[in-house]
């Protein structure tokens, strides 16, 4: 049974470019969750999906946007990246109603030049 | 004031020591999470508690609901054990979950 998979593992961009990170979630979860993790630093709650809608939003600006698909997968947009940008980004799927158990991804790692 | 904070934020320990962490959190929660991320980046579960203490393997994780506070302990150390050790919580606002909201981690160095 797999477990959630996160794609690309790394990525290099350049400032100004869109970027697109995608997450398949566990198998049975229908909740996907995207975090970023600076380093040093515990991640940030970006934003959640949940039946193919954005359910809720932490504190980031509207240049990060999402998608989730029928299929419960979903992807992570950056437009107009920053060099603070540079961070790892983690999801986590779950399935609604379980009370918070979420399982997560590896992480992709985004460095901004 | 992070809503969620831990202690130590590093920890040096020898093969073998008894470990403890500790996770302060300053509101009403559904959930606490122990996690365990290694270099690298990925992230495991290692507890979910909402009341009392669970154990798996060497690992022990103890809450306090009333003194919002949760500890993780490590018994006989190795160095496998080396990683970052993430707090994180399920907020409860009025019966409205929240997101996680987690802890900056500490940093668990093991040696031999």
């Known amino acids: 049974d797999a477990g959630v998979t996160q794609s690309p593992t790394h990525l290099i961009k350049t400032r100004g470019q869109q970027v697109t990170l995608r997450c398949s979630p566990k198998s049975g979860h229908d909740t996907v969750s995207w975090y970023q993790q600076a380093l040093g630093q515990g991640p940030q709650f970006i934003f959640q999906?949940?039946?193919?809608?954005?359910?809720q939003r932490g504190n980031f600006p509207d240049r990060f946007s999402g998608h989730q698909f029928p299929n419960y997968s979903s992807e992570l947009n950056v437009n107009a990246l920053l060099l603070g940008d540079s961070a790892l980004y983690l999801c986590?799927?779950?399935?609604?109603?379980?009370?918070?158990?979420?399982?997560f991804g590896s992480g992709t790692r985004l460095t901004v030049v | 004031k992070n809503e969620v904070e831990q202690s130590p934020q590093n920890l040096t320990a020898q093969e073998g020591e008894f470990i403890t962490i500790n996770c302060s959190y300053s509101v009403g929660i559904s959930a606490l999470h122990w996690l365990q991320q290694h270099p690298g980046g990925g992230i495991v579960s290692l507890f979910m508690?909402?009341?009392g203490k669970k154990k798996h393997g060497r690992l022990i994780a103890t809450i306090n609901i009333q003194e919002k506070h949760s500890s993780l302990h490590i018994t006989a150390s190795h160095p496998r054990d080396s990683a970052v050790y993430i707090c994180a919580v399920f907020p409860n606002y009025g019966g409205s979950q929240g997101n996680l909201i987690f802890g900056k981690g500490t940093k668990l160095s093991v040696k031999p």
């Open positions: 999906y949940y039946e193919e809608e954005e359910r």
């Open positions: 508690l909402s009341s």
């Open positions: 986590a799927s779950s399935l609604v109603g379980t009370g918070g158990s979420e399982t």
